[in-house]
């Protein structure tokens, strides 16, 4: 599909009616460039992706789970996430799922207990608003990051795009992780909270550098779109050209690098808080429940299959919702 | 191309030291010490120790020793923790525990990823191709630390077939579930990468040709195809290898393996800064170096490229 | 439909092929009933805008069309008096590259950019007449040199980056005549080369005709390519036979309005200065073909029935057919003088 307009037309014509034609063109050969109805056949074509719109239902069910369940199970049983049965010594220790003191069925605790006595569909649910909250918020700063490195690097081109590239590759080479590493275990904060923000700032400088390199390319191509030029040689505002036309064509493969950061970022967040850097108790993620849950692995299986189930069926989903998306918005934006 | 490369180590050295550098600032800067942990030392105790460990001495003066004693003997000094043991020796012995399990996992991701992924490209849209890539989808999802121990549950503790954990000398059937845990993400995604470069080149117009030469499908594939669609794979090879670095991290960690991570982490907790310079520069000059390998190996493969 | 010559003398024989493919937008039947033939050291032209078919009808031949999503639906394709669309996948396989050989529109990218030439023509001889390498070697580098590769020992072990456009072509050419076809299919060979190029592969080609007797099929969009290549042309549009008949006779008596309009188009350098001729409006969307003639929303001479009723396939002259409802007219106002058949 030949995505530039007739370049001879462009110039003997004034520029309202350039743009204007631009936009006829772009609609008679149905661009990728016309803001809405790219987005209407997205979604049509989203919703037919069967696998797609599974991940979009599951990761909405573990979504709404996270952030009502603990309310939730308190409403019905009472139990929080860190409630510790203090009137009963029995109940201290670790059921398996439905079980209860006696080795009788009961509802109460559908994924067992932990060794000091707390529910652990509770602490499941909990971590997974922690680690979804670490994991759209660490993608948000590396968009940031990101999205501003490339458009410079993009926009301004020559010596400083070059420099700039020059970085990237190089940083892609290291060792990141191990940096961050030494970073997360050196500077320890005291609180929880503090200790996540420290974690958003880590996780979020690891994977910027791949969103750069998308947004700069983007940038590019279309900074050298004829139309782009021609309004600004004319001194047409571009705004307008602006958001219709360039933010719609960054915006397609920012989301879908986006969704699929997430899954990458919760992924290294629970692998740090696996080792011990990550999140601090009280809080817990799936990363650390799973490490809980590893100590324990002979006699209490359960204390690690239920988190490292739940996690892995969320990234799953996550990783087929950015599948579509990415085959929905562009489907020659595939490389794996 | 022998400029390529000289360049490129030019470019490297100064990496290393950055890198070098960004770390020890990093423990430098730090709040607390190796040697305290939670209690408070008496301060004479305290005082002899900053001293016997040049700790006393300003920041410009540890940062000009460290340096030196690097750039000139390659020596990082000797661990803080581990008493009396030499950076140089620790990574020496741990070194091929990690450079083991990670060799070996990687080849074997190859081996099942490139069959898996062309089988399925082959045949696109079949029962094979969408299993296999459900697969595939599987195996990225699941966290290595998820994995490695149900793996050791099911064949360890369940099955009594394979020992749970702890190093065993190489070769040894302690190898199989860590290598096995290690390699479960890359096999897939090399799958799914494989499948993705096989289908893009089985599209293109030199295939056509060669099967309106008469070939046999089977060479069509092997011959013509096969390289054109294992690019991806390359050059994915320089990432993957820092990847794999940090999954080495967790399933050392799993298995007790004595292997590089294993100690990168201890040190790390320990604040031993010694031992943490001495492993992150070998890691960045093994990775910088890999990545080396990987461009030229590259340029070879591609006879386009190679002619710059 | 009458054949002018007796059945022994078709080197091939292609009658009512169909080829469908199935896509996103329904069903698009790029081949809808096409027929000709090819006499034994002929050359045929097949003339078509993009979008004819007249790729696709050759990639039917051998069997080369995707499938999926492209799918011959039915005809014959008769080649030395057995049907290739009956034979087993294996047979077809030998007849590809040895008794037929195709070359593709672009070079650079129709080679394999990893494979030394060498490599790539010793392929054919070594599996079609079981050279051994050295034989092999040696018949690749005596190819190279009849297509007229200067330098030809030396440059049998370059890649095909190393070749110019238009060298590469005539590597492909070497490639296709390794095993001495007996019929050379060119789809557009020349399209991606520069004009001075293009004429000296065609000259290659007719020198080659000439001195191995193979039969050509020739697929281009470009009349003046056809004009001094051919015996016999086919014009395609929209998956159909618009036109067939000898060249000359095309080019100074068509009896077409389409090929009217395409003789139209091509620049005369000696008529006067003028805007230049183009068929108005654009290939029609093959997947959603109105009733009636194809062509009508573009004909200067459209009428009424054209919109309402397929043309019937008219013969106009000795070896000359068009499928139009206005055939015989447009025959006769170019020239021609009333046949009765």
Known sequence: MDKKPDRDKLIHVSPEVAIAEADVRSEEAGEFVRGTSLWRDAWRRLLKNKLAVFGLVVVAIVTLASLLGPTLIKRTFGFTPDYIPTDDIRLTRSFPPFTGPDGEFTWEHPMGTDNAGRDQFARVLQGGQISLFVGIIATLVSLLIGVGYGAIAGYFGGRLDNVMMRIVDVLYSLPYIIVVIVLLSMFRSQTPRGQLILLFIALGSVSWLTMARIVRGQVLSLKNQEFVLAARATGVSGTRIIFRHLVPNTLGPVIVYATLTIPQIMLTEAFLSFLGFGVQAPLASWGSLAADGVQNIAIFPWQLIFPGVTMALTLFSLNFLGDGLRDALDPQMRTV | ?308 | MTLDSPPNQNLLEVRSLRTYFDTEDGIVKAVDDVSFQLKRGETLGIVGESGSGKSVANLSIIRLVPDPPGKIVSGEVIFNGSDLLLLPNEAIRKIRGRRIAMIFQDPMTSLNPFMKISRQLMEMTRLHLGHSKTQAYDHAVKMLETVGIPDARSRADNYPHEFSGGMRQRVMIAMALSCEPELLIADEPTTALDVTIQAQILELIKKLKRETGTSVILITHDLGVVAGMTDHVLVMYAGKIFEQARTAELFSLPGNPYTKGLLRSVPDPTAEQGKLYQIPGLPPDVAHLKPGCPFAPRCDRVEEICHREFPPFVQVGVDHYSLCHFAREVYIESGGTRVEV
């Open chain 2, 1 to 308: 191309m022998l400029r390529f490369i000289v360049r490129r180590l030019l470019v490297t050295i100064p990496t290393i030291l950055v890198v070098i550098t960004i770390t020890w600032g990093l423990i430098k800067l730090a709040p607390g010490n190796f040697y305290s942990g939670e209690k408070r030392l008496p301060p004479a105790i305290e005082k002899s120790i900053r001293e016997k460990y040049g700790l006393d001495k300003p920041w410009y003066q540890q940062y000009g020793k460290t340096m030196w004693s690097i750039i000139r003997h390659l020596d990082f000094g000797t661990s803080l923790r581990f008493e009396g043991q030499s950076v140089n020796t620790i990574i020496r012995r741990s070194l091929p525990v990690s450079a083991a399990i990670g060799i070996l996992a990687y080849l074997l991701a190859l081996i099942v990823g490139i069959t898996v992924g062309s089988i399925a490209a082959l045949k696109q849209n079949s029962k094979w191709d969408y299993s296999s890539m459900a697969l595939a989808m599987l195996g990225i999802s699941v966290p290595n630390f998820v994995l490695g121990p149900i793996l050791v549950l099911v064949f360890s503790l369940g099955l009594y077939w394979l020992p749970p954990s702890r190093w065993g000398g190489f070769p040894s059937r302690n190898l199989i579930l860590p290598v096995l845990t290690l390699s479960a993400i890359y096999m897939a995604y090399i799958a799914r990468l494989t499948r993705a470069g096989m289908l893009e080149v089985l599209r293109s117009d030199y295939i056509r040709t060669a099967r309106a030469k008469g070939l046999r499908e089977r060479d069509v594939v092997i011959r013509h195809a096969l390289r054109g669609g294992l690019m991806p794979v390359i050059s994915y090879t320089g990432p993957a290898l820092a990847f794999l670095l940090t999954g080495t991290v967790v399933v050392e960690r799993i298995f007790a393996l004595p292997g590089l991570g294993n100690y990168f982490i201890q040190a790390s907790l320990n604040r031993d800064e010694p031992l943490i310079i001495g492993i992150v520069a070998f890691i960045a000059i093994t990775l910088l170096l890999m990545n080396l390998l990987v461009d030229i190996a590259y340029a070879f493969l591609d006879p386009r490229v190679r002619y710059q």
